[in-house]
């Protein structure tokens, strides 16, 4: 039975050729819903890894409590002074947190750029941040440096611009990387002057803390939660980035799955039209096959494994297509901290490896039915032609 | 039998065919209706007619920076000025942050003056003037979350907590308003900002921003400057815009959610053109000699090339109408699942035209080679084709 399968596939797909503009509707059809899903679930994991990057187990944020983003918080002198003094505490770093209205460099209009005021301990707890362009900016003078995702959406933050922010003018200094996190995504200054200069002398928005092990996590917030004089909360900064991707990353899978299986429907239905177009004008060759003794399921399998074939191909094409067309491409959108957050379309060896496992589910629900209907013509009728 | 009659017969001719292509173009026109209004959601601030003649007054370096209150008496001298009130993001947690939605301090008669296109039952505003504690919810959000006037509920302030140090606020619910019957439901939970102001820990005197109406919407963008004007040198300087601009431009922030958009439905629509025009091709192949014989029976060239395109009109406006129409019938139960996350979406008239455009476009399309293809045919040459 390989035998006929075998022989009769080949066969179909000896004559693909004169089908070839009715067969090009399966391969497109199903290329379609393939790119359209991989490039979405790639803009969804882009972000994702951009946050989760900037997440380290042994690192943790300390906000007001109830605070749930950065920008929302705030802290005072005596409160970092507690922080910093906890054993389990092996640096620390007050930040402080704001957004500025900023051109984008795709359509001039403004955006939030966000803006973080760090002490030096803030590179030590952050070894990931190198400077690849310039220097650091030096205490006490207006002067920052921007991260590469800053550069690339925004506009007058490349080393060596100045900036206007609030009445005050910044000079960048340098370009730094941090591991394609969202950090990247931030220009970094001094702390004690951004404080004079936002006017938030001796406040900040929260801490960045080294924990001298992951589970001191656990103890700190217990500590915190027990003395009633601190108003504050201690989260991992893993879980903080997770949290504040998970609603945007959710979204856009929710939608890349919706847009897919809507168009999906529609694939199956060019297939299924595609499919049963291709049976009836080899009516009279699969009758006669099946006079000369072949069986009914090896007919069906050929129908079908044309058109897995052809949806193998399309969903191939498909993602390759969004691979070479949306792979590191860079964009950005308004995340968790009401910033811009720059990130790259990653598509995955797993999204492409979806994406088949796509094509080959569509490519087998528009081949079967064709392919029963084929392996049950009734042979004579069908010898008899149309 | 008249020419409908015959473009008529001519789909039924292979119904499973006709019915495969009609259902994908179906599927198409349903995407591209929701698309569409996501899109348009997106880049309007679902004001529409309403907010022609409002401006939105923002500080000028940061969202986060707020403005002094009194900032809104300045504002009300500039001349062509005709009222004036404010708001603020109070940010907010309702049982769990999934439940997103805005909540905003604000002035009640003075917010309800601005944006006469909230319905809401004058004892309900007076409740809610005269409660300290008291908030209103528009009509979507009352529904959505199974409240009823006499409410209370609670609020988790993650960015501001009460004077005390607690963060637990509860309003109690006076009134439920809604927009205009064609529009979007507003979404937004209000509450006093007196209250607000007197109970919270910091940031006493400061607002979020302000919205004013101006007398004649011509004169919008002069007044705009004129207001930034007065605070053009002081630290809390403002930019002012239309409101339409200031919700593009923050919807802007979001991404290119109009590239996107038509990025998924070129791709859609560019399978759909494949299928039908094959689709087409095929019809017309199959019927070759049929058209022989129509023409030998004195029909001429024209009317056989009007018949073929007629029929790939029909077929992509009737898919077309049945995909607007499904997407229409299906946008109650839709907008359940889409408002939480993507705000309210609202199938428009511009969208559902737009739509039937496409679709007659489309038949254009696909309809046109095989309909000069048919035109083109000669009598001899197309009956000879039944022999081979």
């Given amino acids: 039975m390989i035998g006929q399968i075998f022989q009769i596939t080949l066969l179909s797909l000896r004559n693909l050729p004169s089908r070839l503009g009715s067969s090009s509707v399966i391969v497109v059809g199903i290329g379609g819903v393939v790119g359209v899903l991989v490039a979405i679930l790639a803009m969804a994991k882009g972000f994702e890894a951009s946050m989760s990057r900037a997440g380290q187990p042994d690192r943790a944020i300390v906000m007001r409590g109830g605070s749930t983003s950065e920008l929302s918080s705030g802290m005072g002198p005596s409160e970092m002074a507690v922080v910093g003094s906890w054993s389990e505490v092996t640096a620390a770093s007050g930040e402080l947190y704001l957004v500025a209205d900023v051109p984008k460099r795709s359509n001039q209009s403004l955006a939030n750029l966000a803006i973080r005021g760090v002490e030096q301990a803030a590179f030590e707890i952050r070894p990931e941040i190198s400077i690849v362009e310039g220097r650091p900016f030096a205490t006490g003078r207006t002067e920052m440096i921007a991260g590469r995702g800053a550069v690339a959406e925004f506009e007058g933050v490349e080393t060596g611009s100045t900036i206007e922010l609030r009445n005050s003018t910044w000079t960048i200094v340098g370009m730094f990387e941090a591991d394609g996190s969202v950090y990247e995504s931030e220009v970094w200054a001094d702390l004690a002057t951004a404080q004079s200069v936002f006017r938030r002398e001796g406040g900040v928005s929260s801490m960045r803390v080294r924990l001298a092990s992951p589970d001191a996590a656990g103890v700190l917030s217990q500590r915190m939660e027990d003395d009633p004089r601190l108003d504050l909360t201690l989260t991992g900064e893993d879980e903080y980035f997770r949290n504040q991707s998970q609603q945007l990353t959710t979204l856009i899978e929710t939608f890349g799955y919706g847009v897919a299986a809507i168009m999906a429907v529609g694939a199956i239905f060019a297939a299924l039209n595609t499919m049963y177009s291709a049976v009836s004008t080899r009516t009279v060759e699969i009758a006669t096959l099946r006079a000369l003794g072949f069986g009914g399921m090896p007919v069906v399998a050929s129908v079908v494994l044309e058109a897995l074939l052809l949806a193998i191909l399309g969903g191939a094409i498909g993602a390759a297509v969004a691979y070479f067309g949306f792979n590191g491409w860079t964009v950005s959108t308004l995340g968790g901290s009401f910033s811009q957050v720059a990130f790259d379309f990653a598509v995955t060896p797993e999204l492409l490896v979806s994406g088949i496992v796509w094509a080959v589910g569509l490519g087998l629900i528009g081949g079967l039915f064709p392919a029963v209907r084929a392996a049950r013509l009734p042979i004579t009728t069908a010898l008899r032609g149309e | ?388």
């Fill in chain 2, 1 to 388: 039998m008249n020419a409908l009659g015959l473009v008529w017969s001519n789909l039924g001719r292979k119904q499973a065919r006709t019915v495969l292509t009609l259902l994908s173009l179906l599927v198409a026109f349903v995407l591209f209706t929701y698309l569409r209004a996501v899109a348009v959601a997106f880049s309007s601030g679902g004001f529409g007619e309403a907010g022609i003649d409002r401006l939105v007054v923002s500080p000028k370096y940061s969202i986060i920076d707020p403005l002094p209150i009194n900032h809104q008496q300045r504002i009300a001298t500039v001349p062509g000025v005709g009222a004036v009130t404010h708001a603020d993001w109070f940010g907010g947690v309702y049982q769990e942050p999934r439940n997103f939605f805005p909540k905003f301090p604000v002035d009640p008669e003075g917010y309800f003056g601005l944006y006469s296109e909230l319905v809401i039952a004058p004892e309900q505003l007076a409740a809610f003037r005269n409660t300290r504690t008291g908030a209103v919810a528009s009509a979507g959000l009352a529904e959505r979350y199974g409240w009823s006037i006499g409410d209370r509920i609670p609020i988790e302030g993650d960015i501001y907590p009460k004077r005390d140090g607690s963060r637990l606020w509860e309003f109690d619910l006076v009134g439920i308003y809604r927009g205009q019957p064609d529009d979007p439901d507003p979404g937004v939970f209000l509450f006093q900002y007196d209250y607000f102001d007197e109970a919270r820990q910091f940031g006493h005197g400061g607002v979020g921003w302000f919205i004013v109406r101006v007398k004649d919407p011509e004169r919008a963008s002069e007044i705009a400057s004129e207001i930034d004007g007065l605070f053009e040198n002081s630290i809390n300087a403002t930019r002012t815009a239309t409101e339409d601009d200031s919700q593009r431009e923050f919807a802007k922030q979001f991404g290119n959610i109009g590239l996107i958009t038509t990025g998924i439905l070129g791709a859609v629509f560019f399978t759909i053109l494949l299928l039908t025009a094959n689709t087409m091709a095929q019809a017309l192949r199959e019927r070759i000699p049929e058209l022989a014989v129509l023409k030998t029976f004195g029909f001429t060239d024209g009317t056989v090339g009007s018949l073929v395109l007629a029929e790939a009109i029909l077929l992509c406006v009737a898919g077309g109408a049945l995909g607007i129409g499904l997407a229409l019938g299906t946008q109650g139960a839709m907008s359940v699942y889409l408002e939480p996350v993507i705000g309210p979406i609202n199938i428009t008239l511009p969208i559902v035209a737009q739509g039937l455009a496409l679709a007659a476009g489309l038949g254009v399309i696909v309809g046109s080679v095989p309909a000069f293809t048919a035109r083109r045919l000669t009598i001899v040459d197309a009956l000879r084709e039944r022999q081979a």
